[in-house]
């Protein structure tokens, strides 16, 4: 019996030592070498200043900028995660109704029915950085109206809006989405 708790006692380590640090310290190191900008999270810097991460969404209130998303969790990706409203909750429904009305109002949308789920939704994770082309088109008429842009800039935009619109992933994972950060940071090109 003792010989067996002392065979199971060197396993467990063993197996600790190989699963628990060996492995993990390989698979970092492989991954620092061959896709250094993915395993240090992806961030975007602008003039040398980290500005965020292509893989975490952020919040945009400004009527100059493209607005991310709905979340639940106020874009803070430490607890993320969705708002477990059923969807009886009278709490979700009015979120929905105060979304949908502000939403509309602030795009000049005179049908609220074209307006996408996402803007209106907050995703499970809280921290989505993509929306949809259409969710993107919905908001061109604001951003010109708040940036002052004439019909040459309205178009620019239009046209960096097609431009930036990622694919899905090998052609049939997802849908066409766009990361409202790398779109926001185009759009204080256009003058």
Same mark, same amino acid.
């Given at each position: 019996?003792?010989?067996?708790?002392?065979?199971?006692?060197?396993?467990?380590?063993?197996?600790?030592?190989?699963?628990?640090?060996?492995?993990?310290?390989?698979?970092?190191?492989?991954?620092?070498?061959?896709?250094? +900008?993915?395993?240090?999270?992806?961030?975007?810097? =602008?003039?040398?200043?980290?500005?965020?991460?292509?893989?975490? @969404?952020?919040?945009?209130?400004?009527?100059?900028?493209?607005?991310?998303?709905?979340?639940?969790?106020?874009?803070?990706?430490?607890?993320?995660?969705?708002?477990?409203?059923?969807?009886?909750?009278?709490?979700?429904?009015?979120?929905?109704? #105060?979304?949908?009305?502000?939403?509309?109002?602030?795009?000049?949308?005179?049908?609220?029915?074209?307006?996408?789920?996402?803007? =209106?939704?907050?995703? @499970?994770?809280?921290?989505?950085? +993509?929306?949809?082309?259409?969710?993107?088109?919905?908001?061109?008429?604001?951003?010109?109206?708040?940036?002052?842009?004439?019909?040459?800039?309205? *178009?620019?935009?239009?046209?960096?809006?097609?431009?930036?619109?990622? #694919?899905?992933?090998?052609?049939?994972?997802?849908?066409?989405?766009? #990361?409202?950060?790398?779109? #926001?940071? *185009?759009?204080?090109?256009?003058?």
């Amino acid at each position: 019996m003792k010989k067996k708790i002392l065979t199971t006692i060197k396993l467990f380590l063993i197996l600790t030592l190989l699963v628990g640090i060996i492995y993990p310290l390989f698979i970092s190191a492989i991954s620092m070498l061959f896709f250094s +900008h993915q395993a240090d999270g992806s961030m975007i810097s =602008l003039d040398g200043k980290i500005v965020g991460s292509k893989l975490i @969404g952020q919040k945009f209130t400004s009527g100059k900028y493209f607005w991310s998303r709905p979340s639940a969790i106020d874009y803070n990706p430490f607890p993320s995660g969705a708002s477990n409203l059923a969807p009886t909750s009278a709490k979700l429904k009015q979120l929905y109704v #105060n979304r949908k009305e502000n939403f509309a109002k602030s795009n000049f949308i005179k049908n609220s029915s074209l307006i996408p789920n996402e803007m =209106l939704f907050a995703s @499970g994770s809280g921290v989505d950085p +993509h929306i949809t082309p259409a969710s993107a088109f919905l908001q061109v008429d604001r951003i010109c109206n708040s940036r002052n842009f004439n019909t040459t800039q309205k *178009e620019e935009l239009i046209k960096l809006i097609t431009r930036i619109i990622e #694919n899905p992933q090998i052609g049939f994972f997802g849908e066409s989405r766009i #990361n409202v950060l790398m779109l #926001n940071m *185009e759009l204080d090109k256009i003058k």
